[in-house]
C-alpha cells in the first residue's frame, strides 16, 4: 500500500483511480489521450494526409497536440531528447501542417515512439521517485498510457486499488507501483478462451456449416463445468461462440468478443436477413465469474433536460437541440464508427455557421466546457462539504442553488478556511480550484486547450472514418473514452442555456468566449458564473 502520510503519492493515486472509475463525474474524468498515441497519430495522420482525406490544417491540429503533451513528459526521454522530437514537429520554429509520408521526420518518430514504448512507465517511475512531476501531469500520463497500450479501465481501477489501498500489504513507495505497472504494460497479450452464449441455435443455410467457434448447448454446458465450476445461472442456452481472443487483461478479452459477435451479427443481418443475439454474459476460462457484454454507456449526460422537464416531447421539437440530440444518441452508446459520426455532427449541427471553417466547432465547444468547469468542480466540493459536516456544511445545505454553494465554495478557498476533507480526490480538486482562483484567465485557457485537442481528435476520427473508410484507427478507442463525457457536459451547458435562457448555441459559445478572455486574478468569483445561465 502507499504511505497514508505521503501526500504527493496519495493525490497521484486517488486520480488514477478517478480516471479508472465508470462513476466519475465529467470533471474529474480523463481528457485526453497519452503523448505516445498522440504521436502515433500524427504518423497516422501523415499517411491519410498523403492519400488526400486529411487536410493541412488537421494534421497540424494533431501535430499541436503532440507538442503540448512532449513538452513536460519525462516519459519520452530527457529535456534534450523531447526537445529534438520537437523539432521533428516543427518547421521554422512552427508546428508543422505537413509530415511527408515516409519521409526523413517520419522515420524519425516512429522510431522514437518504438524506443519509448517498452520504456515510458520506467521513466516516470525513476521522474516520480527523484524530480516529483505535478500530481495532475504524472497522474494523466501513467493513466492514459495505460489505457491506449489496450488496458481496460475495470482492470486497472481493481489493479491499482489493490497495490496502493490493500491494508495487508506492506508499505510500498509510489515509484516502485509504477515500476511494476511498467513491467505489466510490456508484457505480450494472454490469449484467453471466450465464451458468448446463444438463446436459439443457429441455423445456417443449405449447404453452409456454422462457424468453426460454434459449439452446441451440450459442449456449452461441458466447458462451463470443466472451467468455471458453475452453469448459466438459470438462462437457457442453445450453443454459443468459444473464440480465443489475445488481450492485456480478462475484461479487454471480453469486449473484443463483444465486437467480434457484433460484426458477426451484422454480417448474418446484411447477407441473410436475420437477427442474431447472444445472451448478455460470456464467461472467461479460469475467471469464476461472468462478465456483462453490453456495450458501456460513453458518460454522457445532458441533465439539463430533466432539470428544465423537456424530457417528453409535449411541444414542438426544439430547432437546436432535438436534432443535436438524435445525433448525439450514437455517441453514448453506439458502434465506434456510429459514434465519432453522429458525435462530430452534433457539434456541428449546434456550433458552425456559413463560410466557417470546419473545425471551428471544435473550439467552441472547448470553450463552453472549459467555462462549465469551476462550477462544476465547486458544486462537487460543495456536496463532500455537507456530507462531512461542520460549520461550512450547515452554511451550504441552507443554501437553495449550486450556483450560491459553489461561491461559499470557492470564498472558503480564497481565505484558507476550507476544511481539510478526508477524501483524496477531493483533496486533489482543492488543489486544482485554488490554481484555478489564483490565476483564472491562464488556467482556464490550459483547460480549454486541453479540452480543444480532444474534440478536435474526434474531428480527425471523423475524417478518418468519412474519408478514408478507416474504422481501426490507432486513437478511437481513446477518442471515444475521452471525448463523450466532454461533448455531454457541453451539450448539457448548450442545452440549458436554450431552455432556460431562451440562448442560441452560438450565442452561448459567443458568450463564454468573452467570458474566458475577460476573467482576471482581481475578480477571482466570476470564476463561479462565467456563462451566466
Given at each position: 500500500?502507499?504511505?497514508?502520510?505521503?501526500?504527493?503519492?496519495?493525490?497521484?493515486?486517488?486520480?488514477?483511480?478517478?480516471?479508472?472509475?465508470?462513476?466519475?463525474?465529467?470533471?474529474?474524468?480523463?481528457?485526453?489521450?497519452?503523448?505516445?498515441?498522440?504521436?502515433?497519430?500524427?504518423?497516422?495522420?501523415?499517411?491519410?494526409?498523403?492519400?488526400?482525406?486529411?487536410?493541412?490544417?488537421?494534421?497540424?491540429?494533431?501535430?499541436?497536440?503532440?507538442?503540448?503533451?512532449?513538452?513536460?513528459?519525462?516519459?519520452?526521454?530527457?529535456?534534450?531528447?523531447?526537445?529534438?522530437?520537437?523539432?521533428?514537429?516543427?518547421?521554422?520554429?512552427?508546428?508543422?501542417?505537413?509530415?511527408?509520408?515516409?519521409?526523413?521526420?517520419?522515420?524519425?518518430?516512429?522510431?522514437?515512439?518504438?524506443?519509448?514504448?517498452?520504456?515510458?512507465l520506467q521513466r516516470w517511475s525513476r521522474a516520480i521517485a527523484g524530480d516529483r512531476p505535478a500530481h495532475e501531469r504524472a497522474s494523466r500520463a501513467i493513466a492514459s498510457h495505460l489505457l491506449d497500450i489496450g488496458f481496460h479501465s475495470d482492470y486497472l481501477h481493481r489493479w491499482w486499488t489493490w497495490r496502493t489501498k490493500n491494508p495487508r500489504d506492506v508499505e510500498t513507495p509510489l515509484a516502485e507501483v509504477v515500476a511494476e505497472a511498467a513491467a505489466m504494460a510490456v508484457r505480450e497479450e494472454t490469449t484467453f478462451s471466450?465464451?458468448?452464449?446463444?438463446?436459439?441455435?443457429?441455423?445456417?443455410?443449405?449447404?453452409?456449416?456454422?462457424?468453426?467457434?460454434?459449439?452446441?448447448?451440450?459442449?456449452?454446458?461441458?466447458?462451463?463445468?470443466?472451467?468455471?465450476?458453475?452453469?448459466?445461472?438459470?438462462?437457457?442456452?442453445?450453443?454459443?461462440?468459444?473464440?480465443?481472443?489475445?488481450?492485456?487483461?480478462?475484461?479487454?478479452?471480453?469486449?473484443?468478443?463483444?465486437?467480434?459477435?457484433?460484426?458477426?451479427?451484422?454480417?448474418?443481418?446484411?447477407?441473410?436477413?436475420?437477427?442474431?443475439?447472444?445472451?448478455?454474459?460470456?464467461?472467461?476460462?479460469?475467471?469464476?465469474?461472468?462478465?456483462?457484454?453490453?456495450?458501456?454507456?460513453?458518460?454522457?449526460?445532458?441533465?439539463?433536460?430533466?432539470?428544465?422537464?423537456?424530457?417528453?416531447?409535449?411541444?414542438?421539437?426544439?430547432?437546436?437541440?432535438?436534432?443535436?440530440?438524435?445525433?448525439?444518441?450514437?455517441?453514448?452508446?453506439?458502434?465506434?464508427?456510429?459514434?465519432?459520426?453522429?458525435?462530430?455532427?452534433?457539434?456541428?449541427?449546434?456550433?458552425?455557421?456559413?463560410?466557417?471553417?470546419?473545425?471551428?466547432?471544435?473550439?467552441?465547444?472547448?470553450?463552453?466546457?472549459?467555462?462549465?468547469?469551476?462550477?462544476?468542480?465547486?458544486?462537487?466540493?460543495?456536496?463532500?462539504?455537507?456530507?462531512?459536516?461542520?460549520?461550512?456544511?450547515?452554511?451550504?445545505?441552507?443554501?437553495?442553488?449550486?450556483?450560491?454553494?459553489?461561491?461559499?465554495?470557492?470564498?472558503?478557498?480564497?481565505?484558507?478556511?476550507?476544511?481539510?476533507?478526508?477524501?483524496?480526490?477531493?483533496?486533489?480538486?482543492?488543489?486544482?480550484?485554488?490554481?484555478?482562483?489564483?490565476?483564472?484567465?491562464?488556467?482556464?485557457?490550459?483547460?480549454?486547450?486541453?479540452?480543444?485537442?480532444?474534440?478536435?481528435?474526434?474531428?480527425?476520427?471523423?475524417?478518418?472514418?468519412?474519408?478514408?473508410?478507416?474504422?481501426?484507427?490507432?486513437?478511437?478507442?481513446?477518442?471515444?473514452?475521452?471525448?463523450?463525457?466532454?461533448?455531454?457536459?457541453?451539450?448539457?451547458?448548450?442545452?440549458?442555456?436554450?431552455?432556460?435562457?431562451?440562448?442560441?448555441?452560438?450565442?452561448?459559445?459567443?458568450?463564454?468566449?468573452?467570458?474566458?478572455?475577460?476573467?482576471?486574478?482581481?475578480?477571482?468569483?466570476?470564476?463561479?458564473?462565467?456563462?451566466?445561465?
Open positions: 500500500m502507499i504511505s497514508l502520510v505521503n501526500e504527493y503519492e496519495q493525490l497521484i493515486c486517488a486520480r488514477l483511480l478517478d480516471y479508472f472509475s465508470t462513476k466519475t463525474h465529467w470533471n474529474r474524468s480523463l481528457w485526453g489521450a497519452g503523448t505516445i498515441l498522440a504521436l502515433r497519430e500524427v504518423l497516422e495522420a501523415s499517411e491519410a494526409q498523403s492519400q488526400g482525406h486529411l487536410s493541412d490544417k488537421t494534421i497540424k491540429s494533431a501535430i499541436v497536440t503532440a507538442l503540448r503533451l512532449l513538452q513536460d513528459d519525462p516519459g519520452m526521454g530527457t529535456p534534450q531528447e523531447r526537445d529534438t522530437l520537437s523539432g521533428l514537429l516543427r518547421f521554422d520554429g512552427a508546428p508543422r501542417n505537413d509530415l511527408p509520408f515516409q519521409g526523413l521526420e517520419y522515420e524519425a518518430i516512429k522510431e522514437t515512439v518504438e524506443r519509448s514504448i517498452p520504456v515510458y471466450v465464451l458468448v452464449p446463444f438463446p436459439t441455435p443457429l441455423q445456417p443455410p443449405s449447404g453452409l456449416l456454422p462457424p468453426a467457434s460454434w459449439i452446441d448447448a451440450t459442449e456449452v454446458s461441458k466447458w462451463l463445468k470443466e472451467n468455471i465450476a458453475t452453469d448459466l445461472e438459470g438462462m437457457r442456452q442453445h450453443g454459443g461462440l468459444l473464440l480465443t481472443i489475445p488481450a492485456r487483461d480478462p475484461e479487454s478479452a471480453v469486449q473484443f468478443a463483444a465486437d467480434r459477435v457484433e460484426m458477426f451479427a451484422a454480417r448474418v443481418l446484411l447477407s441473410l436477413r436475420k437477427s442474431v443475439q447472444p445472451l448478455p454474459v460470456a464467461w472467461v476460462k479460469g475467471k469464476q465469474k461472468s462478465f456483462s457484454i453490453e456495450r458501456r454507456l460513453r458518460g454522457i449526460k445532458i441533465g439539463a433536460m430533466h432539470r428544465e422537464n423537456r424530457i417528453w416531447l409535449e411541444s414542438e421539437p426544439d430547432p437546436y437541440i432535438d436534432p443535436a440530440i438524435e445525433l448525439l444518441a450514437p455517441l453514448q452508446s453506439g458502434t465506434a464508427t456510429a459514434a465519432i459520426a453522429g458525435g462530430w455532427a452534433a457539434i456541428e449541427s449546434l456550433l458552425s455557421e456559413p463560410l466557417a471553417k470546419r473545425a471551428d466547432p471544435a473550439e467552441r465547444l472547448a470553450t463552453i466546457v472549459a467555462c462549465s468547469f469551476p462550477r462544476a468542480e465547486l458544486t462537487d466540493l460543495a456536496y463532500a462539504v455537507v456530507e462531512l459536516g461542520g460549520d461550512l456544511a450547515i452554511r451550504l445545505a441552507a443554501l437553495g442553488s449550486n450556483k450560491e454553494k459553489a461561491a461559499v465554495v470557492a470564498e472558503s478557498i480564497l481565505d484558507g478556511s476550507f476544511p481539510d476533507l478526508p477524501n483524496w480526490s477531493d483533496r486533489a480538486a482543492v488543489e486544482r480550484m485554488r490554481e484555478l482562483l489564483g490565476a483564472p484567465r491562464e488556467t482556464l485557457f490550459g483547460i480549454r486547450d486541453h479540452i480543444h485537442d480532444t474534440i478536435a481528435r474526434l474531428y480527425r476520427q471523423r475524417n478518418l472514418i468519412l474519408h478514408a473508410g478507416k474504422t481501426q484507427a490507432v486513437a478511437l478507442r481513446s477518442t471515444l473514452r475521452a471525448a463523450s463525457p466532454l461533448v455531454g457536459a457541453g451539450l448539457d451547458r448548450i442545452a440549458h442555456g436554450r431552455f432556460a435562457g431562451n440562448m442560441k448555441p452560438l450565442q452561448l459559445a459567443g458568450r463564454a468566449f468573452t467570458a474566458i478572455k475577460n476573467v482576471t486574478a482581481d475578480e477571482p468569483l466570476r470564476c463561479v458564473d462565467l456563462l451566466g445561465v
